[in-house]
């Protein structure tokens, strides 16, 4: 059963429109809840959070972890087409190898 | 700055042939590694992770092994590929800590 439940799997949208990807999990152990963008390519990185609560903004990207309710939110306001990607959730486990569960990722389509 | 490279990004190989991929890592010492597949559209798979010289873990039992000669390389290997090997492979790397991942560009592979 997947530990890390990200919805919906797939979203199309507007250029213009806010959107927001939801990742869920069940367990508690974790060092971090990671957010990442993937392209063509390798996935970058795009926020990192740790404490619930508190809000990470980068641009028209923010994100907040919500450890009580055990779920993550990545907002995208004001979407553009470059803004067209995967997003997957990653939770890193507290171990020496760090461990990480992926979600299974939401594929988002900003259309002109 | 660190750095990853992975090679090669592109590989078509026939069924029952043997496979390599290869990772390294500069300016960083003692990472942890890990090799991930994703399948078309979907969240990364973890395969094999690495916190040291010849400590390998498994998450997949499958038709790849992994091993790590030296401190910052990181091999993908199999002795006889299965079409069911295709697929896009990711090499990363993370310190102990919070566990931001550092991906590679990505192998892509097809076997015919």
């Known amino acids: 059963e997947d530990k890390v439940v990200q919805s919906p799997l797939s979203l199309v949208v507007h250029e213009g429109d806010t959107v927001t990807l939801n990742c869920s999990y069940e367990?508690?152990?974790?060092?971090?809840l990671l957010w990442y963008k993937q392209e063509k390519k390798a996935p970058t990185f795009l926020f990192m959070l740790t404490s619930s609560g508190i809000e990470k903004k980068s641009g028209r990207l923010s994100s907040i972890l919500d450890k009580k309710e055990l779920f993550s939110i990545l907002n995208i306001t004001a979407t553009q087409t470059g803004d067209s990607a995967i997003y997957l959730c990653?939770?890193?486990?507290?171990?020496?190898?760090?461990?990480?569960?992926f979600g299974g990722g939401t594929r988002l389509m900003v259309k002109p | 700055s660190q750095t990853i490279h992975q090679w090669p990004a592109t590989l078509v190989q026939p069924v029952g042939s043997p496979l390599s991929l290869e990772c390294t890592v500069e300016g960083t010492s003692n990472p942890n590694l890990y090799w991930y597949r994703q399948a078309a559209g979907r969240g990364l798979q973890l395969l094999f992770y690495?916190?040291?010289?010849?400590?390998i873990s498994s998450e997949v039992p499958q038709n790849l092994s992994a091993s790590r000669p030296q401190d910052r390389q990181f091999i993908l290997s199999s002795k006889k590929l299965l079409l069911s090997d295709s697929g896009f492979y990711l090499c990363?790397?993370?310190?102990?800590?919070?566990?931001?991942?550092?991906f590679g560009e990505g192998s892509r592979l097809t076997v015919l």
């Open positions: 690495s916190v040291g010289i010849g400590q």
């Open positions: 990653v939770l890193v486990f507290l171990n020496a190898g760090n461990m990480l569960t």
């Open positions: 990363a790397w993370s310190v102990v800590g919070p566990g931001e991942l550092f």
């Open positions: 367990v508690t152990n974790f060092r971090s």
